[in-house]
């Protein structure tokens, strides 16, 4: 029996702005690896809260949505339509890692935070300088085990 390769998103029939989304990767791309270096909660914190937003759908209020689309604009950037589940989902991993990030620093386990700094670097490197999201992986294989429906 062979296993299925294909890749399962999850769709919601919204549309972003996968520049704008790839914008927003690589900003968290740079405070991450600001946070990696100076080892600073305040970056993390910024970054949870951020992640939070934007996982419950409300990039109206994310700082770094806002930043995000002023520079879309500025650079004249046109509109990509993605599907915006994929993204969100993302949003919530990455949601996951700052929770476990921000815990890591505040009880002075660094080495623990800054692999997790480095991992989520990873991720959000791929978003933005590739446009691949590694969030559909995460989901198809959270699917296949059964962890989500």
Do not use: H
């Not at 946070?35 to 409300?58: G, P, W």
């Not at 959000?124 to 085990?145: D, N």
């Amino acid at each position: 029996m062979r296993k299925s390769t294909q890749l399962d998103c999850p769709v919601d029939f919204v549309t972003v702005n996968e520049n704008r989304v790839r914008m927003v990767a690589f900003l968290v791309l740079l405070l991450a690896a600001i946070c990696f270096i100076t080892v600073n909660t305040m970056i993390a914190a910024f970054l949870l809260v951020d992640f939070t937003l934007r996982a419950f759908n409300l990039n109206k209020y994310s700082p770094l949505a806002f930043i995000a689309g002023f520079l879309v604009k500025l650079l004249q950037l046109k509109n990509k339509p993605v599907d915006r589940a994929p993204k969100r989902f993302a949003a919530f991993v990455g949601l996951s890692f700052m929770v476990m990030i921000l815990l890591a620093l505040l009880t002075d386990f660094i080495t623990t935070a800054k692999v997790l700094l480095g991992v989520l670097m990873i991720f959000a490197a791929l978003e933005s300088l590739a446009g691949f999201c590694a969030g559909c992986y995460v989901y198809s294989y959270l699917k296949r085990f059964g962890l989500i429906k």
